[in-house]
């Protein structure tokens, strides 16, 4: 049953996965012009940062946010997917939604001068997203042993390189290749072979590549959504491939179009103040 106090739902505790987490869960997104989506990615994330949600905890399911805010699942997705993004929740497909430990800065910053190429990269990630989580579906019900083998391989050879600060683009490529490979239908292949690395946002913007200088902790994410997907096209499970391939390009699409959104905004602030889109120093980009 579904407790409520004066205008604020609460999470049943059936639906809670934890007391400390079902506390703090209580309210609807503030309205703001921006929509639903964004006044519930600022409540969850102003949770997370006064710690009413602390690292660990587990988020309520998708349908217990729906019916503590008021919203739809639409709304709670792309809620979801914006605070992956951010690096502030991490979620593990079939398992749940946890809070991560907020670090200081939240995503990479983009020079000014690099908006065009962002624009560039975002619309390649939009079309991945389409091919690619369809492409995730079909290799989950028709790959092969070798292939998975192969893919297992890419994995490991990313992981390695993460440790040893290598490079991690070619094992990256490698891994979804094999994937569009292990459909079946070469046009899948063909695609992701023509766009070849420049598919990989970090061989595109400079930003990204400086912030990944010591970033193990930001590629240890992009590898755990890798795994992720692996592991779902492992066990033949379609819907999931397909769930852990959109999630994983969708947080580097909301990654990208942040830092976006802030380059844009600081463009236009350095153009009101007369100064001139300068780029920002090394020491201000923060790391993640």
């Known amino acids: 049953?579904?407790?409520?106090?004066?205008?604020?739902?609460?999470?049943?505790?059936?639906?809670?996965?934890?007391?400390?987490?079902?506390?703090?869960?209580?309210g609807r997104p503030r309205?703001?012009?921006r929509g639903l989506a964004h006044g519930l990615v600022e409540d969850l994330g102003e949770k997370i940062r006064n710690q009413s949600l602390r690292p660990g905890d587990k988020l309520p399911t998708e349908s217990a946010i729906m019916q503590a805010y008021g919203v739809s699942r639409t709304v709670v997705r792309e809620a979801?997917?914006?605070?992956q993004a951010g690096g502030l929740v991490e979620t593990l497909h079939g398992v749940g939604t946890?809070?991560?430990?907020?670090?200081?800065?939240?995503?990479?910053?983009?020079?000014?001068?690099?908006?065009?190429?962002?624009?560039?990269?975002?619309?390649?990630?939009?079309?991945?997203?389409?091919?690619?989580?369809?492409?995730?579906?079909?290799?989950?019900?028709?790959?092969?042993?070798?292939q998975l083998v192969a893919m297992r391989q890419?994995?490991?050879?990313?992981?390695?390189?993460?440790?040893?600060?290598?490079?991690?683009v070619a094992p990256d490529f490698r891994f979804h290749l094999q994937i569009?490979?292990?459909?079946?239908?070469?046009?899948?292949?063909?695609?992701?072979?023509?766009?070849?690395?420049?598919?990989?946002?970090?061989?595109?913007?400079?930003?990204?590549?400086?912030?990944e200088g010591?970033?193990?902790?930001?590629?240890?994410?992009?590898?755990?959504?890798?795994?992720e997907i692996y592991a779902a096209i492992a066990r033949r499970d379609p819907e999931s491939a397909r769930a852990a391939m959109?999630?994983?390009?969708?947080?580097?699409?909301?990654?990208?179009?942040?830092?976006?959104?802030?380059?844009?905004?600081?463009?236009?602030a350095d153009a009101a103040a007369g100064t001139g889109a300068a780029a920002p120093s090394p020491d201000d980009a923060p790391s993640r």
């Open 98 to 146: 946890f809070v991560l430990q907020p670090r200081a800065g939240g995503v990479f910053r983009l020079d000014p001068g690099e908006i065009a190429a962002s624009v560039d990269v975002l619309a390649v990630l939009e079309l991945r997203i389409s091919l690619e989580t369809e492409s995730a579906g079909l290799a989950a019900t028709r790959r092969t042993d070798e």
């Open 154 to 168: 890419a994995l490991d050879d990313f992981e390695h390189n993460v440790a040893v600060a290598g490079d991690t």
């Open 214 to 227: 010591g970033g193990a902790p930001y590629l240890s994410r992009v590898n755990r959504e890798h795994e």
């Open 31 to 33: 309205q703001r012009a």
């Open 80 to 83: 979801l997917s914006k605070l």
């Open 1 to 26: 049953m579904v407790q409520t106090t004066t205008g604020n739902p609460l999470i049943s505790e059936a639906e809670a996965p934890a007391e400390t987490a079902s506390a703090a869960f209580v």
């Open 246 to 268: 959109r999630i994983h390009l969708t947080n580097s699409r909301e990654r990208l179009r942040m830092a976006q959104e802030a380059a844009q905004q600081k463009a236009k």
């Open 180 to 211: 569009a490979q292990s459909t079946g239908n070469p046009y899948f292949a063909d695609i992701m072979r023509h766009l070849g690395t420049t598919l990989i946002p970090r061989t595109r913007i400079s930003a990204i590549r400086t912030h």
